[in-house]
């Protein structure tokens, strides 16, 4: 599932994320679930027709990704991998980082991460929509523990997956 909150210039993006690396961190084996976010630059395209056409809107490359994620086979609520990646290399991202605050509080730490203002062009309209954004985290949240979302590709455990539309 994917949500989409569009701003002047940026966006937040937020889908539910099941995943299992083949070449895992020491630690981290095995395979995650969650949901993940990311701040992303957007574009607007001209109408492709009247006045009245569709708009060709692009979610370009991401600034900022924060993965509320946890160990499939751990305890839920533990956010075990919950990490964030405070710069992007193009479409790669950079080095993971673990927070106290993210793990422990997840929800608010984002929050309060898009309400920070480090958007300087959108940072009144980001601060407004956090609360329905954290809302739709939270939601997206609730339904991975409750296996409607993030689930494995159908057949047996792959060793490597990426199901997700981030």
Request: hydrophobic share 35%.
């Amino acid at each position: 599932m994917l949500y989409a909150f569009g701003f002047e210039r940026i966006g937040v993006l937020v889908s539910d994320l099941y995943f299992v690396d083949p070449n895992p961190r020491p630690g981290q084996e095995g395979a995650e679930h969650g949901v993940r976010l990311e701040v992303r630059v957007l574009g607007q395209g001209e109408p492709q027709g009247s006045i009245y056409s569709a708009r060709p809107i692009e979610a370009g490359r991401p600034v900022w990704r924060a993965d509320l994620l946890e160990s499939v086979d751990g305890k839920p609520g533990s956010f075990d991998r919950t990490h964030h990646h405070p710069a992007m290399s193009g479409w790669e991202p950079g080095k993971r980082v673990f927070e106290k605050g993210l793990s422990a509080a997840p929800v608010r730490w984002v929050g309060e991460q898009l309400s920070d203002g480090g958007y300087a062009a959108d940072a009144e309209g980001l601060r407004g929509a956090a609360g329905e954004i954290t809302t739709v985290v939270q939601h997206l949240l609730e339904r991975v523990r409750a296996g409607e979302l993030a689930a494995p590709p159908p057949g047996d455990q792959p060793e490597s997956a990426r199901v997700s539309w981030l």
